[in-house]
């Protein structure tokens, strides 16, 4: 099922116009069939250890294929990867969770878990949580596939205040993001029990989620209580 969306994407990022996507829309449907399928099993398998992740239905971790034009100088028409986010409250709830995209070109594969962006309010506190933590991080991120490593692609160039740059820990106070990530090669993405496969790198990563999750259900709280404290 994936070979067959991966050359649809591939073959999309090549013909990357509207004629070519009507003249190929049962190919699409069926890609998007094979990913609304993939979609279905990854709820279902991370349900079973994630009692965060609430009753969804694909429509609810999938994205539509069309692009987003209004701000960006790329005018093709249409995404070149196709995506599952599966996280607590849906994939517009803010929360962090589980990714999987199988993609053509630039885009490639991925598996990810967490979040690209953080809030600068919750940077904080997770920050302040590996300090406090005496190393706590560091073991969860050792109990991690090995496949997954943190992003750090865009990581601060020193150590931000008041963080000290004398630990084992530094290299994490200055992540701008808590994302681990992977990009598999196509022989992963196509080959079988691709569903199964992904449970078990996610259920890896569990408790990394839990830890970022933690910190955005505090800055949530904080917020909470400063308004309901307000007297207008």
């Not at 994939?91 to 490639?108: E, P």
């Not at 594969?109 to 190393?135: H, T």
Request: net charge neutral; hydrophobic share 35%; with cysteine.
């Amino acid at each position: 099922m994936m070979k067959e969306t991966l050359s649809f994407l591939q073959d999309l990022s090549l013909n990357n116009n509207k004629e070519w996507f009507d003249a190929n829309k049962d190919r699409y449907l069926a890609a998007k069939a094979s990913v609304d399928a993939l979609a279905a099993g990854l709820i279902d398998g991370i349900r079973s250890f994630d009692e965060t992740i609430g009753p969804m239905s694909p429509k609810d971790c999938t994205y539509r294929i069309y692009r987003d034009l209004r701000f960006s100088k790329d005018k093709t028409p249409y995404k070149t990867h196709m995506g599952v986010y599966i996280n607590r409250g849906g994939k517009k709830s803010g929360y962090s969770g589980y990714y999987f995209h199988i993609g053509a070109r630039q885009y490639g594969n991925m598996i990810a878990v967490g979040d690209i962006w953080c809030p600068p309010e919750v940077l904080k506190v997770i920050r302040e949580d590996i300090q406090l933590g005496g190393g706590d991080f560091r073991k969860i991120l050792s109990e991690v596939d090995s496949r997954l490593v943190i992003d750090d692609r865009d990581a601060l160039k020193r150590v931000p205040a008041p963080f000290p740059s004398d630990t084992p820990d530094a290299p994490y106070y200055k992540l701008k993001a808590f994302c681990l990530y992977d990009a598999p090669d196509n022989k992963f993405v196509t080959g079988k029990d691709l569903a199964p496969r992904l449970v078990d790198i996610f259920q890896t990563a569990k408790p990394f989620l839990d830890y970022i999750n933690r910190a955005i259900d505090f800055v949530r709280e904080e917020k909470k209580e400063y308004f309901s404290s307000l007297d207008f």
